[in-house]
Nanobody, 127 residues
């Protein structure tokens, strides 16, 4: 059973950093794709970053707003997916969700493919 559990959210000032963790997201025979997504108040959910195991290689991809500031990775035990967020901005304020799934090649970039979601962790960035 795949059940992502997020942690690490909180409140920071603009320019600060947070590291989010997603436990229960290791790559297995039933999971080859993990994504961090977010939803701000009154906004649609959007993908932040994804990490996938496809074709024998680990690949990552980021939304444009995350490039250069956020890094998605696995911990050394490969049981947790991390999202390091630096240079945070007030517009990064949102509920951040981790999701995991087994997807076809290239499907990790499609949010609707994710069937296993965590409860979310709140990130608040003040100016």
């Amino acid at each position: 059973q795949v059940q992502p559990v997020e942690s690490g959210g909180g409140s920071v000032q603009a320019g600060g950093s947070l590291r989010l963790s997603c436990a229960g997201s290791q790559f297995t025979r039933i999971t080859n794709c993990v994504g961090w997504h977010r939803q701000g108040s009154g906004k649609e959910r959007e993908t932040v970053a994804i990490i996938s195991y496809e074709g024998g290689a680990i690949t990552t991809d980021y939304a444009d707003f995350a490039k250069g500031r956020f890094t998605i990775s696995q911990d050394t035990a490969k049981t947790t997916v991390l999202l390091q967020m630096n240079s945070l901005k007030p517009e990064d304020t949102a509920m951040y969700y981790c999701a995991a799934e087994r997807v076809p090649y290239g499907g990790c970039r499609v949010m609707s493919h994710f069937g296993h979601w965590g409860q979310g962790t709140q990130v608040t960035v003040s100016s």
